[in-house]
């Protein structure tokens, strides 16, 4: 097929996205290092390229109050944020999710404060993770924009009606400049179909949304959430699948794999950290050790059945980047749900932005040859 | 022209059977507003008193649709279904914001003002009852001095904030004051509303029984008490001019004089540290002066603004 | 139980027969009525409703009870009498 290769930093990918997918209302609200994803949507549709009504709101809890209003109308929208804009839409995201209200959102990883930081970890999203969006963590700017594609059509697909947020690291991707093929629109407007409400405000039948509700109803409602999510993994092979024949690429499904068949050691994490446990993978394979990687890419729903396809038997690492304090490693921990009767380490690294190299990677790696990794912290001693 | 009763449209858009307490100002001065407004009507309500008088899910008692929203937005959540309406090409239905002074005046006043400032062609209404009666009775920032609340049990130590004025620095398209002493009043302006476009506001004063602790079936004669006292003014705000209407016409003018505050304040159970165990003659005097001040000021700056308006 | 979320349907007498909920119950004395239409104008329920010649009825099934048309009546056609 034909191919529009550019250089393209992961926010500008983001808005080429952004064009593609085409949210007849975008609200979004500035904030390091989203800042140019708003800069380039508004330009775009300034300059009449992207086709959507762009609210400047006044805050990101506007934001996402704006995106879910609009939806209820019956139409996509879409917002993007970072870090402390994301904390402060916390509330909204549950919104989103109990009305079944598939808003689609980029959040550009970063620390949260205080004291202030810009740089790059993924406390923000990860602590979000109960809130009943599904989330995907990319690790190229390629794949941002196909994240986006494959989002739009997940979280509208009619057995999952969920909110999607499409992660990526803040600057490492955000503002790094990668080859980045765009699709053809046709090939796009295939692909997702369009928009089609699960209920909406409409005059021709009142009804009302979100009054108060018996506990007994509640209940049901809040499984509902569970079972749109239970339908992901399938749906999401299958999106994957689809997406590779029609676009020819294939970042993975739920899960990027990097040689674990034969492997005896994987390696489990997210974003770009997890493209640089690949890399790290790649040069141990180059010194005959079996090692595989496992790069999650969709954390919400977890991934649990495939992950433990992957590795049973074998002994796991899982780089976190994420915290939750009192517990440990966020991946970590909900790995050892997932299987606990396997040998599993978890490292914590990267935190507040610190740099991760391959060899790092490499060196905890034998570092969990000789004694056990538990929530084992790095740069502390 | 001052609307005839017999003249508003006798469809009702709230069912009766709602959650609203006996004599509630919150139905009196929505069945006006959505008469007025018409089945061509999108309504988002935050958490209020209103969210509850839907009644209980599966059951709604409105016939608008209607979307509840998280307590700080509902401007923004109107702005979110105009521009939602408005790429489907569907202007010609109304968005109504309808909220209490506490989603309005506190918590939401973030993304009322960010609202206004775009511009937003929606009717954001505040129904105003002076605290938060959702919760059961705590000051809000309508709450006026020496009002008995409870977050404020030997009444509230501070003069209420001045919205409307501060939705005036807005520059909105079209803003009314109204109560729910003149149901009339409130359908009129309501309909001239529905005719422009931009962010118009509307706020009407609700006196609510059990939070003012009056009884209630007097709701809509304090409603009217409240503006012979000159307490609540009625007027209109377009192109940069104050228009008063009704009985507060009559008072800019001097044509008709004030009502003791006393007979509106004796009347609320609020009010009661005012008058027992013996009346506190400094506060009275003082809002007494206060109303006095505001008309004052009033008749300034009207007169300001007719000879501006000339040049 | 997919694709559940909180949606209601539009129900007169949402809260059941709030007719129970009254102490006292309005009475019109249409021989003194004068069909100003205040009464159906004022009423916080919307549970009185007027005819094409203005004839007004009061829903017992829903009237609260609350007295505010008695207390708007002008010519005093409305009596608030007890029930029990």
């Known amino acids: ?381 | 022209m001052p609307v005839k009763t017999m003249d508003i449209p006798k469809e009702e858009l709230i069912m009766p059977g709602s959650a609203a307490c006996p004599g509630c100002p919150a139905t009196v001065a929505l069945r006006m507003v959505l008469k007025a407004l018409g089945k061509e009507t999108i309504m988002v309500v935050p958490a209020c008193c209103t969210a509850v008088i839907e009644a209980l899910h599966p059951k709604t008692s409105f016939n608008v649709p209607l979307m509840n929203v998280a307590f700080e937005t509902a401007a923004v959540s109107a702005s979110g279904v105009e521009a939602g309406l408005r790429v489907q090409g569907k202007e010609n239905i109304n968005v109504l914001a309808w909220a209490g002074d506490g989603g309005t005046y506190d918590i939401g006043i973030q993304s009322l003002s960010g609202t206004f400032e775009r511009r937003t062609n929606i009717l954001y209404v505040c129904y105003n009852n002076e605290m938060y009666s959702n919760t059961g009775i705590q000051r809000s920032g309508a709450t006026p001095k020496y009002a008995w609340t409870t977050t404020t049990w030997s009444g509230k130590g501070e003069q209420k904030k001045d919205l409307v004025e501060i939705i005036i620095a807005h520059d909105p398209a079209y803003l009314a004051t109204a109560s729910v002493g003149y149901p009339e009043d409130i359908y009129e302006k309501a309909l001239k509303a529905k005719g422009i476009k931009g962010p118009k506001y509307m706020e009407i004063l609700a006196p609510c029984p059990p939070g003012w602790k009056f009884p209630m079936n007097k709701t809509l004669e304090l409603g009217r008490m409240a503006v012979e006292t000159g307490l609540w003014p009625l007027f209109e705000y377009e192109n940069g001019k104050h228009n008063f209407t009704g009985v507060s016409k009559q008072l800019l003018s001097g044509a008709r004089e004030f009502k003791p505050i006393e007979d509106y304040l004796k009347i609320q159970g609020r009010f009661g540290q005012l008058f027992s165990p013996a009346p506190n003659a400094g506060a009275l005097t003082e809002i007494a002066k206060n109303r006095d001040e505001y008309w004052r000021r009033m008749r300034a700056r009207v007169k300001m603004e007719e000879e501006l308006a000339k040049q | 139980m997919e694709g559940l979320t909180g949606l209601s349907k539009v129900t007169k007498g949402a809260m059941g027969r709030t007719g129970n909920w009254r102490e006292l119950k309005p009475v019109i004395d249409y021989e003194k009525c004068t069909k100003c239409l205040r009464c159906w104008v004022s009423c916080p329920e919307g549970c009185i409703s007027r005819s094409d010649d203005n004839t007004v009825t009061i829903d017992y099934e829903y009237c609260k009870g609350c007295g505010v048309c008695e207390n708007e009546c002008r010519p005093k056609a409305i009596k608030m009498i007890k029930e029990w």
């Not at chain 1, 390091?32 to 949507?41: H, S």
């Not at chain 1, 699960?198 to 509700?213: R, S, V």
């Not at chain 1, 914590?348 to 004694?371: C, H, P």
């Open chain 1, 1 to 381: 097929m034909a191919q529009n290769v550019q250089i393209l930093e992961g926010n500008a990918a983001v808005s080429e996205a952004v064009r593609l997918c085409k949210p007849a209302v975008v609200a979004a609200y500035p904030i390091t290092p989203q800042t140019t994803i708003v800069e380039k949507i508004a330009k775009g549709v300034d300059s009449g390229k992207i086709k959507t009504e762009f609210i400047c709101v006044e805050s990101e809890h506007s934001a996402m109050a704006a995106c879910i209003a609009a939806q209820a109308t019956g139409v996509r929208t879409y917002t993007a944020t970072s870090s402390h804009g994301l904390l402060l839409m916390h509330e909204m995201l549950h919104w989103a999710s109990l009305a079944r209200l598939p808003v689609i959102m980029a959040n550009v990883n970063r620390a949260i404060g205080p004291g202030w930081n810009i740089w790059c970890d993924y406390n923000d999203s990860m602590s979000q993770r109960d809130t009943g969006w599904i989330q995907m963590y990319a690790s190229s700017c390629q794949e941002i924009l196909d994240m986006h594609i494959q989002a739009f059509r997940l979280g509208e697909d009619p057995h999952v009606m969920l909110p999607v947020m499409v992660c990526f690291d803040g600057f490492i991707i955000s503002h790094t400049s990668m080859p980045v093929d765009i699709p053809e629109q046709a090939l796009v407007d295939k692909f997702i179909p369009p928009y089609k409400p699960l209920w909406k405000l409409d005059t021709a039948n009142p009804i009302t949304h979100g009054n108060i509700i018996p506990s007994k109803n509640y209940n049901l409602v809040r499984y509902s959430q569970q079972l749109g999510m239970n339908h992901v993994p399938k749906i999401m092979g299958d999106i994957a699948k689809e997406f590779s024949e029609t676009f020819g690429r294939d970042h993975g499904g739920m899960i990027d794999k990097l040689n674990v068949e034969d492997a005896d050691t994987i390696l489990v994490s997210v974003g770009a950290l997890g493209a640089c446990v690949k890399d790290a993978v790649g040069h141990m394979r180059k010194s005959g050790r079996k090692v595989g990687a496992a790069r999650i890419r969709v954390f919400r729903p977890f991934p649990v059945e495939e992950l433990r396809r992957i590795c049973k038997g074998k002994k796991v690492i899982v780089f976190d980047r994420a915290v939750s304090l009192g517990i440990g490693g966020i991946i970590y921990t909900e790995a050892k749900y997932a299987m606990p009767h396997e040998d599993i380490h978890g490292v914590i690294i990267g935190i507040g932005g610190q740099d991760v190299r391959a060899q790092e990677i490499v060196a905890l790696t034998e570092k969990a040859d000789k004694q056990r990794l538990d929530n084992y912290w790095v740069g502390v001693d």
